[in-house]
């Protein structure tokens, strides 16, 4: 379809060939101008056509100054007039400066009295001194400004005036049309020091000639031109965002470069047809072996998780589903569950995740789980080839049986994607925490395979708007409830003035046998902690200083364990064990703990300086407890300085239980891009559509887009 890519986008036709035009081409762009452009990455005519207006307004109608202080009542009201300089005036605007002449000590900020002829207004031209020569009296102008309606009978006789305004002098014998913006909707630009308003419609009142010129010349469909009828062609909705003709066609025009740039992603996310596999003979005894010994019942989002796997897995082809679900719903025992068909048909399943503490822990819950229903159970993590000449013997034995086939269920992290690291025959590929793994590392792990499938799991549940775009290369299952008896945790807040109170609540709860995981969001150094730091900042309670904290609150009487990103991975599971076992009552740690950890005698969270974390961050955090029978409580504590913005984002973490609704507010305040790392994932950048308002345009578009690979 003939496109060339400029600026993260696909441009074809006209489009193509504006882009490629030097900004030099257009009328009044000489040397200097194209410089001061430059700031603005303005260096070609594509660069001018994306620099796209911030707002319109509008100035189609030429009223009476009266009217359009009338429009308005008590409130300043904008509007389009067409009047004359009948004087003007220096009003003084306080103490003369040193070092002035007497003359300009004494001139003050100038004021332009105008006339409709009717009626008059007052320009307050601060810092436009220039207009006492610009517009002198007598001169003629179409004005566009933001009035203000004055005091009736003001002995002045004006009835309005504005301090925000634009004038064009009209030519003696000249009309308003005189001027390029007359009767029309007007975009206003963002701008940069050298570069005006005046400036840049004067230039993208010369694209649609360009756009014009450039359609001839390339006599080549548009590629959108093949979009559902309801939208413009690339170039004809970016000209539109411009200089719409009304405010139904700029929203049209919004609309049609957000679909093309959503089809656009939706591309960039497709991967070729999965490869054809022979069909597998799934059979499930060893999974119904392990159901049965299971002490309760799989809810039903469970059970419908796993009819849309199995389907997958006896697919003539590979599949790609994410499996999401809030945290603590059971998505890993669904995984658990369809590795046992996988290797009942003669497969091999990897199970990777994100540390080598969570490896561990989902290693000995798979050893509990499926190894008695005859699944061999292995764990591969980073270590395993280093220390001693034992431990290099052992990855060595491990990898052989790997690659004999011998290990049909392998859990690990990063290492699996290491070339020494070879299958039998490897048949699925379970991915938990996806979003901690890029792209190019799932294929990477599909390659240990022939057509593989591949199971991605996370924890942090996708927004609607999302699943539609980043990932609608995958087929998608939910899982919405918790396990039955599951309690919600209940979520204070408290500012961190008042840490010692939250430390004694603490403190009862670990009287009644529970735990406690205490959270800082930075490392620090031990060093440095403060020697008596209990009305310090909460820039300063990172997590040794917290340690010191403890040591001289109500907590300090149970035992505690310290873990970390600046640990090693034996050390943090030695100290996560230690928790587990009931050594250490109170864990110290950052978000190292956000992921996975299951300690179900875990009853309270707090965690310090909140409004640093993201709140799905926060939400994973709080299902690290309210794991077991006991009601469960989390503290989120925040500065006293906190905004009130602030403290009512924490507000609604605290009335949302679901994850769902939590992941819809994380998104809206923090935008996709930082949510996701997409600016770091080579997706086309997104100018105009709206991850999370757009969600009809990304059903468009991702039907689109499938229906043209099935053709």
Request: with cysteine; net charge positive; proline share 5%.
């Amino acid at each position: 379809m003939g496109a060339e890519r400029l600026g993260g986008r696909s441009r074809s036709g006209a489009a193509a060939v504006v882009a490629a035009d030097s900004i030099t081409t257009l009328r009044g762009v000489g040397p200097a101008t194209a410089t001061k452009l430059a700031q603005l990455n303005i260096r070609t005519c594509g660069d001018l056509l994306w620099h796209l207006p911030i707002r319109h307004e509008d100035r189609r109608q030429v009223l009476a100054l009266a009217d359009i202080v009338g429009h308005g009542g008590a409130e300043a009201t904008t509007g389009v007039a067409v009047v004359e300089v009948v004087a003007h005036h220096f009003v003084p605007t306080g103490r003369a400066t040193a070092g002035r002449s007497p003359r300009a000590r004494g001139r003050g900020t100038l004021q332009l009295r105008v006339s409709d002829g009717t009626d008059q207004a007052l320009l307050w031209c601060y810092g436009r001194g220039y207009l006492r020569t610009g517009a002198p009296v007598g001169t003629r102008l179409l004005l566009y400004a933001r009035f203000k309606a004055r005091a009736a009978g003001g002995a002045d006789g004006a009835v309005a005036e504005a301090s925000e305004f634009e004038l064009h002098p009209l030519r003696s014998g000249a009309g308003p049309e005189s001027v390029a913006w007359y009767g029309r909707i007007v975009p206003v630009y963002p701008l940069t020091k050298g570069v005006t308003q005046q400036m840049l419609r004067r230039l993208t009142l010369q694209l649609p000639t360009q756009a014009s010129r450039a359609a001839a010349a390339a006599r080549q469909p548009d590629e959108a031109e093949e979009a559902p009828g309801r939208f413009l062609s690339p170039h004809e909705a970016l000209l539109a965002m411009h200089w719409p003709d009304g405010f139904e066609r700029l929203a049209l025009a919004r609309d049609s470069v957000a679909f093309a740039e959503l089809t656009q992603l939706q591309r960039a996310l497709v991967k070729r047809q999965p490869p054809p596999r022979p069909i597998r003979a799934l059979a499930f005894s060893r999974r119904q072996a392990v159901i049965d010994a299971l002490p309760f019942s799989l809810t039903s989002g469970q059970r419908d998780a796993l009819r849309e796997i199995d389907r997958d897995l006896a697919a003539p082809a590979a599949s790609d589903r994410l499996l999401q679900g809030d945290v603590g719903c059971g998505k890993t025992l669904v995984a658990l569950l369809a590795a046992c068909a996988v290797v009942e048909a003669g497969e091999q399943v990897a199970l990777v995740v994100p540390t080598e503490l969570l490896a561990r822990q989902h290693a000995a819950t798979a050893q509990r789980v499926v190894a008695p229903a005859g699944v061999n159970v292995a764990c591969l993590v980073g270590g395993s080839g280093a220390g001693t000449g034992v431990a290099r013997q052992q990855r060595r034995h491990l990898l052989a049986a790997l690659a004999r086939g011998d290990i049909d269920l392998v859990v690990s992290t990063q290492a699996l994607l290491r070339e020494d690291v070879a299958f039998h025959r490897l048949g699925l590929v379970v991915v938990d925490e996806q979003h901690r793994f890029g792209v190019a590392q799932r294929r990477q792990l599909r390659a240990k395979g022939m057509a593989a499938d591949l199971l991605l799991m996370s924890a942090t549940p996708i927004p609607r708007s999302l699943a539609l775009t980043v990932y609608g290369d995958l087929q998608l299952s939910t899982i919405r409830e918790l396990p039955a008896g599951r309690r919600p945790v209940r979520t204070h807040l408290a500012r961190m003035d008042r840490l010692d109170e939250v430390f004694s609540r603490v403190a009862a709860e670990l009287d009644n046998g529970g735990q406690a995981y205490l959270v800082a969001p930075r490392i620090g150094e031990p060093e440095v902690a403060a020697a008596d730091d209990s009305h310090a900042p909460a820039a300063h309670l990172d997590v040794h200083a917290l340690a010191d904290r403890v040591s001289r609150s109500p907590l300090a009487r149970f035992p505690s364990g310290l873990v970390h990103g600046g640990l090693d991975d034996e050390q943090k599971s030695r100290v996560m064990e230690q928790f587990r076992d009931g050594e250490a009552r109170v864990q110290l740690a950052t978000t190292v703990v956000e992921v996975g950890v299951d300690i179900p005698a875990a009853t309270c969270l707090v965690v310090l300086s909140a409004e640093r974390f993201g709140l799905a961050t926060l939400h994973q955090l709080r299902g690290r407890v309210g794991r077991g029978a006991a009601q469960a409580y989390a503290f989120l504590t925040y500065d006293p300085a906190l905004t009130p913005g602030g403290v009512a984002r924490l507000r609604a973490m605290k009335q949302a239980a679901d994850g769902f609704e939590i992941a819809e507010l994380d998104l809206a305040q923090r935008g996709p891009g930082e949510l996701l790392g997409l600016r770091q994932a080579g997706f086309p950048e997104l100018r105009v559509a709206d991850l999370t308002g757009d969600i009809e345009l990304a059903r468009l578009a991702r039907e689109r887009v499938h229906a043209d690979n099935r053709r």
